[in-house]
Each structure stands twice: as structure tokens, then as C-alpha cells.
């Protein structure tokens, strides 16, 4: 008989989408209507010519019953926090986007309802409306028990350092609830270089363009404007925490140059903000070197355990982060604790 682990395995990005977002999906694939060559790139291969790994994904994320209930006992998950997966409903116009955030949260809500010891949700939320998305992720808190609100970086290549997002970040803040900027294929506007190579997606195109959406944030003044506000990163921070030193010394010299007006100066170093408002989970990189840089650079109480289901399903994987070097305090914090405090699960 195995001994009982001393802590809760809690997987903090994991994906999903409803059978109508999927629908949605495959009508802009067919249609052609939507002017984003990265979306083609990362939902093209569920065509007519579908792989075994393409069905199989299909299948799996759409499912929140027993085939992912099973996937995650034969892990030794005992709970998924399900985040609407890239690119979630900001690829539409902002009626119909915001149609389907309200839709798609009452739908997680009542699979949270079904299994409230094994999921936990983020809200998905229509940018393309900010004041829409600041009154949707206010309902989905208080009235559903969503735990934050997921944004899939860039919404039809526009950032949210744009001040007319910021309502969503004032709701957020006031809410005291995370938000996680999760992975986009590349903006219109960066894409090109990418796809020949197809590096537009998981292999790099996601970090670059998520750390460029990070930086942003930062040096826009986001978080003068709102130091309560709190975000998740996944991957690692998506290459960043290995910049730090450079990012602070070269944020210096523009500053002092006065080379941009879209650089403003900062009440603190640009790593100071990476490690006071952000928090980091290890979606798709379970890598104990990397792990353990990102814990001592940025905190032990910040980093988080994440598989990024159903992309990255890896058994072995769950076993070699158990067999981290690390102390049972914290990898109790790692597994469990950081997620039940960050989400209030």
C-alpha cells in the first residue's frame, strides 16, 4: 500500500472549451473570414484531415466528465483549475464575444457545480468590450464562484495596455481576484516570421508574444495605476525571469534617454513589478532547473504546479516534479497551498 502524499496536487492551467465555442471555431476555419494567419496555424490542423493527436485534443478538451476525471485520477491531479482555452472568444465581434463569455461561464459554473472537489474555473471575459467585461467578470465572481479571469493575450492584435482596457483591471483589483494572461499565437502585426518555420505557437511563438504583452503592461505604468492588481503567468513566466537583470538596466537608459513617449518612468524597476504582482505557474514546463531558478528568483510562494492539459498529458512527467529537491514545506506550497491562497480555492 503507498503512502499517502502529504499535500494536494492542484494543476492551475488547464484547458477547455465548450462544444459551441468549438462550433465557432470551425465556422471562422471555414469561412476564412477572420484576418489572423496564427489562428489558421494553431486550429487548422482540426480539419477534415484530422490527425489522431488533433481528434484526441479535440475530444479531450471539450470534455469535463469522466474521460478528463479519469485523465486526472491516473495523474494523481486531484483538482484542474479549467481556463478557456487560446483563443478563447476575443477572435469575435464584441456583441457576439460577449454573448459567449456569459454563456461559457454559466456553462463552467455548473460543471464546477457537478465536481466541486475536483475543478475550479477562471471567467472568460470579451476585451473587445472592456466596460462589458469589468460587469461579466463581476457577476461571474460574486453570483458564480469563478475563481479570476483568464485573457487570452493579444485581442484581435490590441494589448491591454491600451488605457481603454483598464476597466477590467480596476474590476479585477477591486475584486482582489488574479488575472492569468495566458498564451496567444502572435498578433497580425509580428506573425509572419514565425510561420515558415512554424514557431507561431507553443514552441516560441506563445513566450514571445506573451512576454511582449507582459512588458508592455509594465512599462505602460499598469501597475502604478493599480499595485493591488494581480497576474498569472504560466510556462515559467514565459522566458522573462531569466531577463531580469537586463530588462531593469536597459529600462534605465531609455528612460534616461528620453527616446519614447511611450516609455514613462516607473515607481520601481521593471523586475520589482514581475515579482510583487506576478505569480507563475509550470504549464508544459516541467523542468526541475528551470523550476528551481523561477522559485529563487521570484519566490517559492510563487510558483505553482500546472500540467497544461490536454496539450502537454505526460504522466511521467507528474512523478519527476514529485521527485523535485525540495523541502515538504515547500513542495506543499508548490503543489497545493500557493493555488489555494492565489484563487482562494
Known sequence: MSTPRPYKRIATEEGWATPEMMQMYGKVLESRTLQDPGFYSLWGFFGQSQSPRARDLY??????????????????????????????????????????????NDHLAATIRQHPTRFAG??????????????????????????????????????????????IFAAAEALDVPVYLHPNTPSPQMVEPFLSRCLDAAIYGFAAETGLHVMRLIVSGVFDRFPRLKFVLGHLGEGLPYWLYRMDFMHAGIVR?????????????????????????????????????????????????????????????????????????????????????????
Open 122 to 167: 477562471l471567467a472568460a471575459v470579451a476585451p473587445q468590450a472592456p466596460q462589458a467585461a469589468a460587469k461579466e467578470l463581476e457577476r461571474a465572481v460574486q453570483q458564480l464562484g469563478l475563481k479570476g479571469v483568464v485573457i487570452n493575450s493579444h485581442t484581435q492584435g490590441e494589448y491591454l495596455d491600451d488605457e481603454k482596457f483598464w476597466d
Open 257 to 345: 534617454s528620453n527616446r519614447s513617449e511611450g516609455v514613462r518612468p516607473l515607481r520601481k524597476k521593471p523586475s520589482d513589478y514581475l515579482r510583487e504582482n506576478f505569480y507563475y505557474t509550470t504549464s508544459g514546463m516541467p523542468w526541475e532547473p528551470a523550476i528551481r531558478f523561477v522559485q529563487e528568483q521570484m519566490g517559492h510562494d510563487r510558483v505553482m504546479y500546472a500540467m497544461d492539459y490536454p496539450y502537454q498529458y505526460v504522466a511521467d512527467e507528474v512523478a519527476a516534479m514529485d521527485g523535485m529537491a525540495l523541502s515538504d514545506e515547500h513542495k506543499k506550497m508548490f503543489f497545493q497551498t500557493n493555488a489555494e491562497t492565489i484563487f482562494k480555492l
Open 59 to 104: 475530444e479531450r478538451i471539450q470534455d469535463t466528465g469522466a474521460r478528463r476525471l479519469a485523465d486526472m485520477d491516473a495523474c494523481g491531479i486531484d483538482m484542474q483549475l479549467l481556463l478557456l482555452t487560446s483563443p478563447g472568444v476575443q477572435i469575435f465581434d464584441a456583441p457576439t464575444a460577449t454573448a459567449l463569455a456569459i454563456s461559457t
